[in-house]
């Protein structure tokens, strides 16, 4: 499938478009200083399984690498993304520091 896809910082997602510009998939984000926040991820039900959602999402992590950002997954696909490709982008993985012990 020939898909083109771009970031959408207005309106806080990665867009993933036919080449007549049909919007057929989205990834969502909240924008941090230093990280993106990925919500959801969602490619419309007639070209789920066409491999949309995967290349969305490689494109939004390799565009936070350029950006010099860390990613937090909170969106169910994108964890499973960083699971399926560890090895390519676990480095982007933002950690939330662990609260010392309070005892």
């Known amino acids: 499938m ?6 959408a910082p207005e309106q806080e997602r990665f867009e993933a ?3 007549d ?3 057929v998939g989205e990834a969502y984000y909240t ?8 919500t959801h991820t969602e490619v419309l039900p007639e070209h789920e399984g066409q491999g949309i959602a995967a290349h969305l999402v490689r494109y939004a992590l390799e565009s936070a ?3 010099g950002l860390r990613v937090i997954a909170l969106c169910p696909y994108v964890r499973a993304f960083l699971r ?9 993985v933002g950690h939330t520091p662990t609260p010392p012990d309070a005892g």
């Open 21 to 23: 510009g049909t919007l």
């Open 2 to 7: 020939d898909v083109t896809v771009a970031d």
């Open 84 to 92: 399926r490709h560890e090895d390519e982008f676990m480095d982007l």
């Open 31 to 38: 924008a941090r200083d230093d990280a993106l926040v990925f």
């Open 17 to 19: 478009r036919l080449p």
């Open 65 to 67: 690498r350029a950006r």
